[in-house]
């Protein structure tokens, strides 16, 4: 019997492995995918929201102000991209102005710092790009981006440093209250006692609460649609733009990514299929429409990709935190919509607060704070590259051209901890395949080292889930799979080039 069972492995369910991680206890994460970040966490904005938007003395708010705070001391222990690069709520008119102020007062209340109105002339002359019809904006100066991707990453490398065990590839089916604990199903058939479970399965996290408890949850997919530019784009905002929030949310933005591309999105519908994550012609389209009236001239030709997540959204609206009343000993962290990636780090020390008074246990004297991430041989000086390539020469051997990522960065990406067995493992720890061309040249060489280094078939490989094949049979029946048909084998480095 574990100690805590941790359903889910995307940034809440890491950030609460991580904080259990430093006290004496058996923690275990249970995640139906092959890896981390592979639900509502690989899918947002990558925005640390300032916290004005949450109402004042909800969980949303408290999270949020409290996540806010710890994002840039939490990217320098942990090594992970995050820039305090502000945000603007802009208005058009009268009524927007109206919101604007609410939303200053609501920020104060929150403990927000750094808040004011400027008029729309000073918000072009911030932001050039700022449509003409903007009047007036609420300037948030704590307003921030980060790396989705490296955030969850780094959270869960470190918590499984610190002892927590990960299994993937469990979908847990059933969870029963017994001999003083909880016996969790998976259904590959396995097993798990647990004397405590931490539900942070994002948009099913309603159903397994309702497993054990009479008093249901009730959570909504609601799906968001967005458009990611190449990094031509770089500076056409500098800030998050957001428009004035509605009900369904704050509206589509307009804001840089932390690796200076342009990202515009999302929609928001509210579904009921919880694994609809297609694009569609028509949210797409919202998407741009919508973002024109923010910004002059979105560059829409510098598109080069679209991905649509599903933010789970509880009819209270509010985070639900905290242990269920008819069920001891099981903890949700369910409906973590916005501003959720801002929240995690907060909910991980509020839930594992919660759970240390149920059951206290000593601080774990060896437990190891920081976590170094992988180098970066596109953003690394002169000086850096060449010590990297003395200690290794692969980081000379470029596989990714758009990105200029490295085989020694996608080795160290597949060994180290949590370590990436797919295509998009790689991807979103070192970003081979996220340019221009979207891996149309380099998804053959990273295959072909997954297979070396994993020991595996190179028929093997996926690009994410078990059923996401890249190469299906044979062309010739005495031919390995990757040798005619990618002619790896047979070329040099510079040749596969």
Do not use: W
Not at 83 to 111: C, F
């Amino acid at each position: 019997m574990v100690d805590v069972l941790i359903i889910g492995a995307g940034v809440t369910g890491s950030a609460i492995a991580r904080e259990l991680a430093r006290t004496e206890r058996s923690v275990l994460v249970l995640e139906r995918e092959l890896d981390v970040c592979e639900g509502t966490s690989k899918a947002n904005s990558g925005i640390v929201h300032a916290g004005h938007d949450a109402k004042p003395g909800s969980m949303k708010a408290r999270m949020n102000v409290m996540g806010s705070r710890m994002m840039p001391a939490l990217s320098r222990e942990l090594d992970f991209p995050f820039e305090n690069n502000t945000s603007l709520v802009i208005g058009m008119s009268a009524e927007d102005r109206e919101t604007l102020e609410e939303l200053l007062e609501q920020g104060r209340k929150n403990g927000v710092a750094d808040l004011s109105i400027i008029s729309g002339q000073e918000a072009r002359r911030l932001e050039p790009n700022l449509s003409e019809n903007v009047t007036c904006a609420l300037r948030c100066g704590t307003g921030g981006i980060v790396d989705p991707f490296l955030l969850n990453i780094a959270l869960a490398e470190n918590a499984n440093v610190n002892g927590v065990r990960f299994e993937f590839g469990r979908a847990v089916t059933d969870i029963k209250r017994e001999r003083g604990g909880f016996v969790v199903k998976c259904a590959d058939g396995s097993l798990y006692e647990a004397k405590f479970v931490v539900n942070a399965a994002g948009v099913y996290a309603d159903k397994f609460h309702n497993m054990v408890s009479a008093h249901k949850l009730h959570i909504t997919p609601r799906r968001g649609e967005y458009l990611l530019m190449d990094r031509k784009t770089q500076g056409f905002v500098r800030a998050t733009i957001f428009q004035c929030p509605t009900k369904m949310g704050k509206g589509v933005l307009v804001t840089p990514t932390c690796h200076g591309n342009l990202l515009i999105g999302p929609t928001a519908e509210d579904i009921d299929d919880k694994e609809a994550t297609a694009t569609t012609a028509k949210g797409l389209a919202e998407v741009l429409a919508k973002a024109g009236l923010s910004a002059e001239h979105i560059p829409a030709r510098q598109v080069i990709t679209s991905f649509c997540g599903l933010r789970a959204h509880e009819d209270g609206g509010d985070f639900i935190l905290g242990e269920c009343a008819d069920c001891p000993g099981f903890f949700d962290a369910a409906g973590i919509e916005s501003p959720g990636l801002t929240s995690a780090p907060a909910i991980g020390v509020y839930m594992a607060e919660l759970i240390q008074e149920k059951d206290r246990r000593p601080e774990k004297k060896n437990f190891t704070a920081k976590r170094k991430g992988i180098p970066c041989m596109a953003t690394a000086s002169p000086e850096e590259r060449r010590r990297l390539v003395a200690e290794n020469p692969l980081y000379a051997n470029v596989v990714c051209r758009c990105e200029l990522v490295t085989e020694g960065e996608i080795l160290d990406a597949i060994h180290r901890p949590l370590g990436a067995k797919t295509l998009d493992g790689i991807k979103r720890r070192v970003r081979a395949g996220m340019g221009r061309c979207q891996a149309g040249f380099c998804t053959p060489k990273q295959m072909d080292i997954l297979a070396r280094e994993l020991g595996t078939d190179i028929g093997a490989i996926v690009k994410s889930g078990p059923e996401a094949r890249i190469l299906e049979g044979y062309t010739k029946e005495d031919d390995p799979v990757g040798e005619i048909a990618f002619g790896m084998k047979n070329r040099t480095d510079t040749e596969a080039q």
